[in-house]
Nanobody
Framework: VQLVESGGGSVQAGESLTLSCLIS????????MGWFRQTPGKEREGVAA????????FYADSVKGRFTISQDNTKNTLYLQMNDLKPEDTAMYYC???????????????????????WGQGTQVTVS
């Protein structure tokens, strides 16, 4: 399985960006897909995650109401719509994937208590 992120860039505060994560290779459903971010010297933070078994999604408190995670199975793509971006959203953003059968596991992985097997290389988002 390979994950390739795109859509990052430099924007002004208040603007929007949509990140995409193209997933290739075989993986079984249901699964958990998530977005994480990290800045130098800080721990990786779970931004959002979605469990495809029931469509449940999870968000970090800092992005609730501004970010939306979604997936398009016909395009094998995971998205992160980011609105009203703030300077504190500046980070490298990574997508991740795990085959799982539990929304509880997906939530735990989003919180950092479980580990995804597959990761992308990241896309940089800079907000000034």
């Amino acid at each position: 399985v390979q994950l390739v992120e795109s859509g990052g860039g430099s924007v002004q505060a208040g603007e929007s960006l949509t990140l995409s994560c193209l997933i290739s290779g075989y993986y079984s459903q249901p699964g958990c897909m998530g977005w994480f971010r990290q800045t130098p010297g800080k721990e990786r933070e779970g931004v959002a995650a979605i469990y495809s078994g029931g469509g449940r999604s999870f968000y970090a408190d800092s992005v609730k109401g501004r970010f939306t995670i979604s997936q398009d199975n016909t395009k094998n793509t995971l998205y992160l719509q980011m609105n009203d971006l703030k300077p504190e959203d500046t980070a490298m953003y990574y997508c991740a994937l795990e085959e799982c059968y539990s929304s509880t596991w997906c939530y735990d992985a989003h919180q950092g208590r479980a580990e995804f097997s597959f990761w992308g290389q990241g896309t940089q988002v800079t907000v000034s």
